[in-house]
């Protein structure tokens, strides 16, 4: 995240120079014609106590904040970003999120603005300067500026996760940056999250910002971090789903084990634990060395563990090495496909390494394709081989080696980001922008599905659609994935996580 240096803050009271900026409370007056990207964000319906440093931190998981411009008594407030990408950003993350402010939603559009000028020179321009850098630097005179920022309890998702992670292991990794006090852990959306109190809302904050998008182990389990609306998590058991670190005494819940006697030592003094694990350098590494110490740890490691999965009850009618490359690209870089010559309703499907093969399994097995639930397996194959020279095996062998469709060739790329489980709604982007709603719904219908909802993101450029079932959205994919929209414009088509 870029530092915050340069921001300059003015408060404008009873004027509507800006957009025109009407009440918040009037919904009558709120019909503003869409702007085009601005750095400089609109954003209404503020909390009547709403603080400057509340609305900088809608702006800051999204890069430099400029500049601040406050309607008090209009319950507005103008935010300008330091990149217009940064802007963009933002507005289309809080067009599938909706921001909140002291637990009311409040809106975000862009200004007509490009930039702001406003007098920063009063002693509010300090305040605030110096708790934006307090956010990115904290320090123990500026707790309550955080306080009133943050909430102390996150909600965590964890993304690509093919290797176990528990409630011990996030209790290590966040009770490096403070006294975790309870974790509640669930399963919403086929997604592994948690709830994790601790006991002061700064160390929630300095957790967030070093912790999320990073892996805890290589190349998975992506920690993905964000406030909860909660201030406070209501623990009834102690067993391996939830625990209140502050009352051992609870009970473990019908049919739950009882907890390990280590685990209260443990949650007392995490560092005794780690102290044991050679290598254990960091809180993420700490945590594998110690689920791995644990025998947690199911697939770690495995030596000469293959890239080659094995997709078997195919529906033989139906299925092509393009189609079955299209849907395991959503999961790694398809190599080769093969499908098996004496056994059609099986193939073999080559990734670039083992990494994306586990991903790839333990996000399509059991999912269903072409009306048949597919199983899938590692291979004990090391490669796919192609046919020998002047033999035609019915174009049942393709190598995609070179293929110009490979989502992950780019190191860093975002995409790595963007892994989700299938779903029924499904992101899409690289959209003309001729193209309208009606357009894509009608596309979407003729795949063979049922549409049921749709929603542009901001700038038109990408949506998200959502059809009746998770079948359904995986047949779109596979038909719609790169398809031409004309001037060679193609369309992307992703797994989303969010819903409409």
Known sequence: MDGISDVAVGVKRGSDELNGASNGSDSKKLRVEEAPPSRVIH????????SETEVIALGLPFGKVTNILTLKGKNQAFLEMGTEEAAITMVNYYTTVTPHIRNAPVFIQYSNHKELKTDATNQRTQAVLQAVSAVQSPSSDVQDVLAAVSSPVLRIIIDNMFYPVTLDVLQQIFSKFGTVMKIITFTKNNQFQALLQFSDPTNAHQAKLALDGQNIYNSCCTLRIDFSKLVNLNVKYNNDKSRDYTRPELPAGDGQPALDPTVAAFSKDSNSLLGKIPGALNPLSAAAAAAAAAGRVALAGQAGSS????VSNLNEEMVTPQSLFTLFGVYGDVQRVKILYNKKDSALIQMSDSNQAQLAMSHLNGQKMYGKI???TLSKHQTVA??????????LTKDYANSPLHRFKKPGSKNFQNIFPPSATLHLSNIPQDVTEDDLRLLFSN???TVKAFKFFQDRKMALIQMSTVEEAIQALIDLHNYNMGANQHLRV?????TI
Not at 388 to 395: C, E, F, H, S, V
């Open 386 to 395: 192609l046919p020998r020279d002047g033999l035609d095996d019915q174009g």
């Open 43 to 50: 954003i209404r319906k503020l909390p009547n106590e709403a």
């Open 307 to 310: 890239g080659v999965l094995l």
């Open 494 to 498: 992703s797994f989303s996580k969010s």
């Open 447 to 449: 795949a063979g599905g």
């Open 374 to 376: 597919i199983r899938v």
